[in-house]
């Protein structure tokens, strides 16, 4: 099991960067696939990004792709999602979520078993 903690959130001025980290905690931090996702205001929770257990593979959604990298430090136990060129269309509470399930990097949330808190991330025009 591996619990996850998120940081990094805050307000941010259109055209900003910001960069999320995901703190796991547990010895088997590799072994999980993890993401990125994120939740609207009166919106269902979304993809955004994820990577592979050994960093071999990430996969983005369109609408961050080009803008968004997600990157992990299996040392550190921590995911990070790096986003620049932030717009008002990117404020949401932003999750990491963990995968335990056999496969490269998955996109669809229900596949996630371990979930952090959220971090609030708020992109002003």
């Known amino acids: 099991q591996v619990q996850l903690v998120e940081s990094g959130g805050g307000l941010v001025q259109a055209g900003g960067s910001l960069r999320l980290s995901c703190a796991a905690s547990?010895?088997?931090?590799?072994?999980?696939?993890m993401g990125w996702f994120r939740q609207a205001p009166g919106k269902e929770r979304e993809f955004v990004a994820a990577v592979s257990r050994s960093y071999s593979s990430t996969t983005y959604a369109d609408s961050v792709r080009g803008r968004f990298t997600i990157s992990r430090d299996n040392a550190k136990n921590t995911v990070y999602l790096q986003m620049n060129s932030l717009k008002p269309e990117d404020t949401a509470v932003y999750y990491c979520?963990?995968?335990?399930?056999?496969?490269?990097?998955?996109?669809?949330?229900?596949?996630?078993?371990?979930w952090g808190q959220g971090t609030q991330v708020t992109v002003s025009s």
């Open positions: 979520a963990g995968s335990s399930s056999a496969g490269v990097v998955f996109t669809t949330r229900l596949l996630y078993e371990y």
């Open positions: 547990g010895r088997t931090f590799s072994s999980y696939i």
